[in-house]
């Protein structure tokens, strides 16, 4: 194999001999790690240690909560918000018109007591919307299920029921159209008082 040299004998981009430099290697031994000699030191630094952490994750989050809540006694809008949108009335309007009302679970309750339905009736999708608890009137502890695509219920006994028949929401729980474009529900009635 054949190297390039310059007339001066030397193989381009290699240092001189002359310019070349030795490093000292260190005879530096790495520091030990702490080890603990007795048995009660081996069994509670370890515990104290677990125990320190879990106390600093408690006030951390105790800590980022106060600050989202500014310390605040009312739920604020960060905490609970007042309104749940739905999105276009016309696009749930279109849900309801093909589907049959629209469910939303309340996620707080296993019974169903708080879960809604938005109901929608008429051409128009700015007017005609109702809210209803999805159980039959007066009955909060027996929760109803839709027949798919339709606007009718089968309840706790199995009873066929409308959508008229359930029970409507606290005062306060309303539908609300914003700007006649997007469709919200007022949940001040379940977030105050």
Same mark, same amino acid.
């Given at each position: 194999?054949?190297?390039?040299?310059?007339?001066?004998?030397?193989?381009?981009?290699? &240092?001189?001999?002359?310019?070349?430099?030795?490093?000292?290697?260190?005879?530096?031994?790495?520091?030990?790690?702490?080890?603990?000699?007795?048995?009660?030191?081996?069994?509670?630094?370890?515990?104290?240690?677990?125990?320190?952490?879990?106390?600093?994750?408690?006030?951390? =989050?105790?800590?980022?909560?106060?600050?989202?809540?500014? /310390?605040?006694?009312?739920?604020? /809008?960060?905490?609970?918000?007042?309104?749940?949108?739905?999105?276009?009335?016309?696009?749930?309007? /279109? /849900?309801?018109?093909?589907?049959?009302?629209?469910?939303?679970?309340?996620?707080?309750? &296993?019974?169903?007591?708080?879960?809604?339905?938005?109901?929608?009736?008429?051409?128009?999708?700015?007017?005609?919307?109702?809210?209803?608890?999805?159980?039959? %009137?007066?009955?909060?502890?027996?929760?109803?299920?839709?027949?798919?695509? =339709?606007?009718?219920?089968?309840?706790?006994?199995?009873?066929?029921?409308?959508?008229?028949?359930?029970?409507?929401?606290?005062?306060?729980?309303?539908?609300?159209?914003?700007?006649?474009?997007?469709?919200? %529900?007022?949940?001040?009635?379940? =977030?105050?008082?």
């Amino acid at each position: 194999m054949r190297t390039n040299r310059h007339a001066s004998g030397r193989i381009p981009g290699a &240092t001189p001999r002359s310019h070349r430099q030795t490093v000292g290697v260190s005879n530096a031994v790495a520091p030990e790690p702490v080890r603990l000699k007795s048995t009660w030191a081996r069994a509670i630094v370890p515990v104290a240690a677990g125990l320190a952490f879990l106390t600093f994750m408690g006030v951390a =989050t105790w800590g980022v909560a106060a600050w989202i809540s500014r /310390d605040g006694v009312e739920p604020t /809008d960060r905490l609970a918000p007042t309104t749940f949108p739905l999105g276009s009335v016309q696009e749930r309007a /279109d /849900d309801v018109a093909e589907n049959g009302p629209i469910i939303l679970p309340g996620l707080n309750t &296993t019974t169903g007591e708080r879960t809604l339905v938005v109901d929608h009736q008429g051409d128009d999708p700015t007017r005609g919307w109702r809210i209803y608890y999805a159980h039959p %009137i007066d009955r909060p502890d027996c929760p109803v299920e839709q027949v798919e695509g =339709t606007r009718e219920f089968i309840d706790c006994d199995g009873a066929t029921i409308g959508v008229e028949d359930l029970s409507p929401p606290a005062s306060g729980v309303n539908p609300v159209v914003e700007d006649q474009r997007r469709l919200l %529900i007022d949940l001040r009635g379940v =977030t105050t008082g």
